[in-house]
């Protein structure tokens, strides 16, 4: 389903299953004030809400925001032929057959500086995750650095999700934290998240944090900063 989150801001969301687990995905779509949009972290399943993503305007660019986030690459590359691609450096190993315009570091690339500041989050090499964050709504985009699953109908999902660290609240999960390798690396990246003064932060997975943002990313990492 595609859900509007601001006047530039919408998402397709969906329920990734694997055995024994499922949680909510969120694949988020800006609009530049140029009627582009920028498709972050496509869904496998993107093809439901195609027509409706077309209708909001032309997709110009499909955003691959770190290691784990590329199943829905390939997919969605083939439903927006015209779009350039972009991803972490890692990727283009794990997707042989995908065709990259770009490598995200902490550089935005010029179709969207004008609009999204991003930073890449180091210390975390097996993730290698890029935030981004839309100035015109304040909204910080996550993907896979922290979760916020609140509810679940699915027993084993809530159980694992409590085992770990990630029921109930906003903020690295157990396995996140276990992949940071330097901590003082993400911390500086965080900082720069803070600076931003997010309002509103947009997960991969699980609910929006529609006010507070900055307040409730400080609580997430104090323990990293």
Known sequence: MLRQLDQALWAAEG?????GIQF?????????ADG??????????????AGEIRALGEVRAIVA???MHHLGLAPAARLFPGARLYGRRGL???CPGVTFTGVLDDAPDPLWSAEIDQVAVGGMP?????AFFHRPTRTLFLWDLCFHITRSEHFPTRLLMRLNGAYGRFGPTRVARS??????????AVKQMLAWAPERIVVAHGDVIERGGQAALQGAFERVL
């Open 92 to 94: 283009h190993e794990k």
């Open 36 to 49: 582009g949009l920028i498709l972050f972290s496509p869904l496998p399943s993107l093809e439901q809400v």
């Open 24 to 32: 909510p995905v969120r694949s988020p779509i800006v609009r530049l």
């Open 126 to 130: 097996r993730l290698d995750e890029v």
């Open 15 to 19: 329920t990734l299953k694997l055995p």
């Open 179 to 188: 992949m940071m390798r330097d901590r003082a690396a993400v911390g500086a």
């Open 65 to 67: 925001p770190n290691l």
